[in-house]
């Protein structure tokens, strides 16, 4: 053991044995617990405790104990906690989760998100699984271009949010090493519902939305819910046209009989945002002290690449017909999904459960990506050679001469063809009674599903001016006058990155899992067991580019310079792809009572994650087999913990290590991974309630280094890029007769912005406030503002050193600057 492991070894030792010598041993009875289909516990109870250790959360569980007696980590986040995070994505909901660094600055989605020090070589969330009703999203939640959070929304048809961490969702899950956060739906136990109108305002954000949501009773046997939302208006960000407009809505059906209950669930969802990507962001100072900032003329907090001038893409598609993309769409999700949950007493103790639901799937992913950005004339002449100029293209000065600086645009341009899936979930448990209080629970269940991936990327080139507001389009001539581009457009193709990324793909991706738990309940003791074997196998094909010569894209007869070589899918060389993999997941742990409100629990656990569609960047044989060691990446953890409440004070405190194989792609540099990881760490969670006055909050220590690197050996012991050594989220809140007010932290230390350890990102802590007044018993007045400093800050950069003592351009994304919006509701 080297110096280092140990080191980090003794801190996780130290912060376990502190915390169990902080809670004393002593009862105080504070249960209220009254199963969890009862209404007052399963429903709005949990909102006002954001640690409810007698919450029954049946996330990646068996889902029959309370917190207190599980050996997991997990929490529980109710609708009114997330209406106080004030979020505007999906992803920020995600950052009040203590252990989870969700870094939302990609828009309404596309946000990369990982949980105790688990990398994001790439993107997306690779080791964690989004759920939505105890299923998930996407089979694979790093698909490219079709991240799982861009297909979920947060609406009043949400109930709670349940995540756990690590422990047992790798064997109640597949590809969810990580953990789950699993989005569950209101279902109508308690009748009422309520109508809602929020707008935005500040800094630009004109945004309209409605919210609705109705459930109760039909009568003894039935009952529902239905809700969802629409909106139309701009983002967060200036882009110049109405940059988010669509909406959702869910609805589910039960029946009740006396050994159970069936129930139908239906989900619509149409809905488009603009995708923000990193963007051009002044860097000076030194790569261990940076000052990072706006460039005149460019509000990095505010602004974006996207224009008016900028709104229609003409090209090829991937069968290399013409085409016209719409940039307007963004990031575009659809997607109707319909499915089934059950779950009856079968008699002698045997119960039966089943989840079902099928989606079909499809959309695009259109959003601007800055190569470079520099001088315009540089630029230029690395275009059309010594001597070239520039001219605007568009926009009050089109046809006359353009200085200044430029971005060098990639549009990447991605269509999702199709990401249907279907997901069955069938498990049957029984518990055994073995006398004195002794309690055997088991668990055997099948998991089968399927996931196409079926995309078309066609990506092409554009110069436009470096402005935060409409900016204009730029086309470059050389010297002699020679048209090098039209309508901004200077290729067919991204020569920026060796014309690398032309191509289509169509897989079908199945999977077969059969898992198993046992639980084994001692008076105060409780031992769990639970093993998975998934089996997969992947089937389609893939093309890749090919530069054709003279190609008239257009039509009209004449070859321009842009047609003088043209990136196209090769369709007539199509790539097999067809291969297998199977992986073993496991998770053993204890819990033990020390006092109705004192516990500590230990846990390991292996699991897998099954690699994707970015194996077909490179790694794909002749044959369309894949080496076995690229097909899985495993994932090895250990933790351990306590649990303690005194009165309104509830603590969770956890200390954890974890060793992650990893291979990936990252599509901006493209560069392959082949890497081994390892962290450790130690995360806490607390709330605390006194009088009118609430807090919630946690915060997550991580010491993570990547191990072992077969591509890029001199990375070998540097820290994960973007892995910060502190993450926290705090939320206080103040509750009067007829109004609530409070403010929500979320922070960061500094990190790493590459894995060569060069230029930090600077820490950095958003503040969010909300207040809202009740006017009548069923009127309710509220106003949030997000990010209320216009704090600065950036969650990754596509560079990793800058030059000291000069101002550098890096790309960068950073956090969305102030919004406000208030809303109104009202509840029957």
């Given at each position: ?6 080191h980090?070894r003794?801190?996780l ?8 010598a902080s ?6 009875d504070t249960?209220?617990s009254?199963g969890?289909d009862?209404?007052?516990?399963s ?7 954001a640690?409810?250790?007698d919450a029954?959360v049946?996330t990646?569980?068996?889902?029959t104990?309370t917190r207190?007696?599980?050996s997991?980590s997990s929490?529980v ?5 997330i ?5 505007r ?7 009040n989760?203590?252990?989870?660094r969700?870094e939302?600055?990609g828009?309404?989605?596309n ?6 020090g688990?990398p994001v ?9 989004l759920?939505?009703?105890?299923l998930?999203?996407l089979?694979?939640?790093?698909i490219?271009f079709g991240n799982a ?11 709670r949010?349940?995540?756990i ?5 790798s064997?109640?899950a597949?590809?969810?090493?990580g953990?789950?956060?699993n ?7 308690v009748?009422?519902g309520s109508?809602g ?5 500040l800094?630009?954000f004109?945004?309209t ?15 529902f819910?239905?809700?969802?939302f629409?909106?139309?208006?701009d983002?967060v960000?200036d882009a110049g ?6 909406g959702q809505?869910k609805?589910?059906?039960?029946r009740?009989?006396?050994n ?10 149409n809905d488009r945002?603009?995708?923000?990507l990193p963007m ?10 940076p000052?990072l900032?706006?460039?005149p003329?460019f509000?990095a907090?505010h602004d974006t690449?996207?224009s008016?001038?900028f709104r229609?893409d003409f090209?090829?598609d991937g069968e290399?017909?013409?085409r ?8 575009h999700?659809?997607?109707?999904a319909?499915?089934t949950?059950?779950e009856?007493?079968?008699g002698?103790?045997?119960k039966l ?5 099928t989606?079909?799937?499809?959309g695009?992913f259109v959003s601007?990506f ?6 315009g004339?540089g630029i ?11 001219k ?6 089109a ?5 200044g600086?430029v971005?060098?645009?990639?549009l990447f ?6 990401l249907?899936?279907?997901a069955?979930?069938l498990?049957l448990?029984?518990?055994?009674d073995l006398?004195a209080?002794r ?7 099948y998991?089968?599903s399927s996931?196409t991936i079926?995309l078309?990327?066609?990506?092409n080139s554009?110069l436009q001016e470096l ?5 204009a389009?730029?086309d470059?001539f050389a010297a002699d006058g020679t048209p090098?581009s039209q309508?901004?457009l ?6 920026a990155f060796g014309?690398?990324c032309?191509?289509s793909?169509d897989?079908?991706?199945?999977i077969?899992?059969?898992y198993?738990?046992l639980?084994f309940t001692?008076?105060k ?6 093993i998975?074997?998934d089996?997969?196998?992947a ?6 580019p090919?530069?054709?010569t ?5 039509g009209?007869?004449?070859i321009?310079q842009?047609?003088r070589?043209v990136?196209?899918v090769?369709v ?6 067809n291969y297998?993999?199977?992986?073993t997941s496991?998770?053993f742990g204890?819990?033990y009572?020390?006092s109705d ?8 656990s292996?699991?897998g994650?099954a690699n994707?569609d970015?194996?077909?960047?490179g790694?794909i ?7 076995s060691r ?8 250990q933790e351990?913990g306590?649990?303690?409440r005194?009165g309104?004070?509830n603590?969770?405190v ?5 060793e992650t194989s990893?291979?990936?792609f990252?599509l901006?540099?493209q560069r392959?991974?082949d890497?081994?990881?390892e ?9 605390y ?6 807090f919630?909050?946690?915060?997550t220590?991580t010491?993570a280094?990547i191990n072992k690197?077969?591509i ?7 820290t994960?890029r973007r892995?910060?050594d502190?993450i ?6 103040y509750?009067g007769y ?9 922070g960061t230390?500094?990190?790493f912005?590459q ?11 958003q503040?969010?406030?909300?207040a809202?007044y009740r006017?009548?018993?069923?009127l ?7 990010n ?8 990754e950069s596509?560079?990793?050193s800058?030059v000291?003592g000069?101002?550098?351009?890096i790309?960068a994304?950073t956090?969305p600057g102030?919004s406000?919006q208030?809303s109104l509701r009202y509840e029957?």
């Open positions: 053991m080297n110096t280092m492991q140990s980090r003794c801190v030792a130290l912060a376990i044995t502190a915390a169990l809670a004393p041993a002593f009862s105080q249960t209220n009254k969890k009862n209404p007052e516990n429903q709005r109870a949990r909102v006002s405790d640690i409810n250790l029954v049946v990646g569980t068996s889902g104990r207190m007696q599980e997991v929490s986040i109710g609708i009114e906690s209406q106080n995070s004030a979020p994505s999906t992803a920020e909901i995600f950052r989760i203590p252990g989870i969700s939302a600055s828009g309404e989605g946000a990369n998100i990982a949980v105790r688990l070589a790439s993107g997306g969330a690779k080791f964690l699984q759920q939505e009703d105890g998930p999203v089979e694979f939640g790093d490219a959070d861009i297909f979920l929304r947060n609406d009043y048809s949400l109930d949010v349940e995540a961490r690590g422990g047992s969702a064997t109640f597949s590809n969810s090493p953990g789950i956060i989005f569950i739906s209101n279902t109508g136990e009748e009422g109508v109108i929020s707008r935005g305002f800094e630009g004109d945004n939305r409605y919210d609705f949501h109705y459930g109760g009773p039909i009568n003894d046997d039935w009952r819910h239905v809700g969802g629409y909106r139309s208006g983002s960000r046209f109405t940059a988010e407009k669509g809505i609805a589910n059906l039960t009740e009989f006396d159970g209950f069936i129930r139908f669930n239906f989900k619509h969802l945002a603009i995708g923000i051009p962001v002044l860097a000076n100072g030194s790569n261990s002290n000052n900032g706006s460039l003329g509000d907090k690449p996207h008016p001038f229609t090209g090829l290399n017909n013409r016209v993309t719409d940039i307007d769409d963004g990031m999700p659809r997607t109707t319909f499915g949950e059950l009856f007493e079968l002698g103790g045997w459960a089943d989840r079902f639901r989606a079909n799937t499809d695009r601007p800055p190569a470079s950005v520099g001088d004339a230029a002449e690395s275009i059309a050679g010594t001597g070239a100029t520039l605007y293209a568009n926009g009050p000065n046809g006359t001469a353009f200085t600086q971005i060098n645009t990639v341009n991605s269509e999702i063809n199709s249907d899936n279907t069955n979930d498990k448990s029984r518990a055994f006398g209080g309690q055997l629970d088991f668990v055997a269940g998991y089968k996931q079926a078309d990327w066609t990506w554009y402005k935060g507001n409409n900016a389009l730029i470059v090098f309508g901004g200077y290729a067919f193709g991204v020569p014309n690398c032309t191509r793909y897989v079908d991706y199945d077969d899992a059969p198993a738990a639980t001692m008076d003791l409780t031992l769990d067991a639970s998975r074997q089996y997969g196998n089937d389609g094909s893939f093309a890749g090919v530069q054709a003279d190609f008239d894209v257009n009209d007869g004449i321009q842009t047609e070589s990136s196209v090769d007539a060389n199509q790539n097999p792809v297998d993999w199977s992986y496991y998770s204890a819990n009572l020390f409100d004192l516990a500590g629990f230990a846990r390991v292996r699991g994650r994707a970015r194996l077909l960047f790694v044989q002749p044959d369309g087999n894949v080496d690229q097909s899985v990446d495993v994932v090895k953890q351990a306590v649990k303690w005194y309104d004070l603590v969770f956890t200390g954890f290590h974890a990893e291979q990936n990252e901006t540099s392959f991974f890497r081994t990881f962290a450790y760490g130690v995360e806490l969670e607390t709330s309630r006194i009088d009118q006055f609430t919630s909050g946690g915060v220590y010491d280094e690197d077969q890029t050996p001199e990375v070998e012991g540097n994960p892995q910060a502190f926290y989220q705090g939320t206080a809140a509750e007829d109004y609530r007010l409070g403010v929500n932290i979320i230390s500094a990190s912005a894995d060569n350890n060069q230029l930090k990102m600077p820490a950095y802590a503040v969010n406030v909300f809202n006017l009548t018993d069923t309710v007045l509220a106003l949030d503002v997000n209320l400093f216009d704090k600065f800050a950036i969650t596509e560079e990793g800058i000291a000069q101002d550098n351009i790309r994304r956090i102030r406000a208030v029957f």
